[in-house]
């Protein structure tokens, strides 16, 4: 079943991948799941996903409202989220806003033994994939992955940041993209950028795209755009050295 799940396409370049890491610091690999299984976590984060929200507004943040809170939570409650953080971005603070389900904190508190999501953190955290991400970026330190499960909606965003969290052990950002026929005028990409601010690479985001990149670096996620027709769904986390 595991194997079903989760399967690493047996065709990946390894060596060209671990070249780009290398000289760039970053990578986009495409088709990195096989067909077959990357459409299964496509149906858990497009169907069997029960997300919540996260949110900062400058320094009011880190937010989370778990899914069954935000289910009871009156419509003013959204419009308080999208003002407070739409407000501290135009103001230069750090901000963001975007729904996610917690699959680490899910997994270790036992919200649902068994589940879709507990199997997808086994995967990340089994040998065959770990290796996998040790060849590409070329760190032997990394020992294990969080997850969580995200979706941006029209709205939603990921203001510039860099991940410098080294006493958590964080050693390369990641972002698993599963989104279908993703446009560019959508927004949604995973940007990175320069000492100047200008933006030196962006990856759009891509069905079975598996997107890395050392930490700390300044990155984002750009503004999905309000007339996106869908979600962009994501598998994201960080590979650690414990």
Not at 73 to 83: G, H
Not at 152 to 160: C, V
């Amino acid at each position: 079943m595991l194997r079903e799940l989760f399967k690493l396409n047996p065709s990946l370049d390894r060596a060209g991948l671990a070249e780009t890491f290398e000289r760039d610091g970053r990578v986009q690999i495409r088709d990195f799941l096989t067909n077959e299984t990357a459409e299964e976590v496509y149906t858990i984060l497009s169907r069997g996903t029960a997300y919540g929200i996260a949110w900062q507004a400058g320094e009011n943040g880190p937010n989370a409202v778990e899914a069954p809170e935000l289910q009871h939570a009156p419509v003013e409650r959204q419009r308080e989220i999208n003002n407070a953080t739409y407000r501290a971005a135009a103001e230069g603070a750090y901000a963001f806003q975007f729904a996610r389900y917690p699959i680490l904190n899910a997994y270790l508190e036992k919200w649902n033994e068994g589940s879709p999501h507990d199997l997808l953190l086994e995967h990340i955290n089994a040998e065959e994939f770990l290796g996998f991400i040790r060849e590409v970026t070329g760190i032997p330190a990394i020992v294990k992955g969080d997850a969580q499960a995200t979706l941006f909606a029209p709205g939603q965003f990921l203001g510039q940041h860099t991940d410098s969290h080294k006493e958590e052990g964080w050693l390369v950002a990641y972002v698993m993209n599963f989104c279908k026929d993703w446009k560019p005028d959508w927004g949604g990409y995973l940007n990175f950028f320069d000492e100047e601010g200008d933006i030196v690479a962006g990856f759009r985001p891509r069905f079975n795209a598996l997107n890395m990149f050392r930490v700390p670096r300044a990155h984002s996620v750009g503004y999905v755009a309000p007339f996106a027709p869908v979600e962009r769904f994501a598998i994201t986390g960080w590979f650690r050295d414990h």
